[in-house]
């Protein structure tokens, strides 16, 4: 019995675009990987360069990644960064790990003895991803969701991740001195930041008062690595309504030894 050359045509036609389809999974998972390895930014002469890709191969896959959230670029355009899906994935991955479930534990007796909203974040580029919560029963409170991203100047949390960084680095972020307002309150100096940064740096706290959402005051604390580098920080926040000195006063003690908690549960969870 004879083949069919159609047939055999066709067939080998979906070979050759089932390789191709691979190829190009493949070749998503080496840009992956390579900003896993590298530093936070990357051009796309240098993401063909180094996976050996040719540029016009790199720059349509870049581009399907920048359409699908899953990278960012700089104002420029030029310079490429993960973006908030990736890190959305992985915060809905990261409620099933040890450190979250931490977290979870610390956040609801802070929720317990307080009833105010815990939140847990770290830094993405020049934003704060916020990766946990536990929220207050009270009806007026600040409601984030698993995966909003906010500027790093304009919230408590953020302006303590951005502490561990030094101030070159800070600068390196905001290239052009312009930081942008959220609110009124929304701080727009860079001199400013870097003040308020070295004052958290002395006292291990940051604060932040209606700079991201009118009518909030939030306090942060760092949470920190074996070598004591921030890798994440937790804040709590209160609608100023309800903000009275005794009760403040606890909700910086509670985020305070919450954070140390869980900096000392992470060291002890990956030594």
């Known amino acids: 019995m004879m083949n069919d050359p159609d047939n055999d045509t066709i067939d080998e036609q979906a070979t050759e675009r089932q390789a191709s389809t691979v190829k190009s999974a493949d070749r998503v998972l080496d840009i992956f990987e390579l ?13 063909s360069r180094k996976l050996g890709m040719p540029t016009s191969s790199a720059y349509k896959l870049l581009q399907n990644l920048l359409n699908r959230g899953y990278l960012e670029t700089d104002k420029s355009g030029k310079s490429f960064r993960l973006g908030f899906k990736l890190f959305e994935i992985g915060s809905k991955v990261s ?21 105010e909203s815990v939140f847990l974040s770290i830094r993405n580029g020049d934003k704060v991803l916020y990766i946990a919560e536990k929220q207050s029963t009270h009806p007026v409170r600040f409601v984030s969701h698993l995966g909003m991203m906010l500027p790093l100047h304009a919230t408590a949390m953020g302006k303590m ?22 609110t009124d309150s929304t701080l727009s100096s860079l001199d400013e930041l870097l003040e308020q940064l070295a ?13 991201a959402v009118q009518g909030i005051r939030c306090v942060a604390a ?14 709590v ?4 309504s309800r903000v009275e000195e005794r009760a403040w006063d606890t909700a910086v ?16 969870h990956k030594s």
């Open 199 to 211: 004052l958290i740096r002395r006292e291990g706290l940051s604060f932040s008062s209606g700079e």
């Open 35 to 47: 900003f896993a390895e590298e530093q936070d930014t990357l051009s796309l002469t240098d993401i």
């Open 237 to 240: 926040s209160i609608p100023v």
């Open 95 to 115: 409620r099933n790990t040890d450190y979250a479930t931490e977290f979870q534990h610390v956040a609801q007796r802070i929720v317990n003895d307080i009833n």
């Open 222 to 235: 760092p949470i920190t690595d074996a070598s004591g580098q921030i890798v994440a920080s937790m804040s």
């Open 161 to 182: 991740l951005l502490s561990g960084l030094s101030d070159d680095e800070v600068r390196c972020l905001y290239p052009d001195g312009e930081l942008g307002k959220l």
């Open 253 to 268: 003690q509670a985020v305070r030894q919450g954070a140390h908690e869980l900096s000392i549960k992470q060291v002890f």
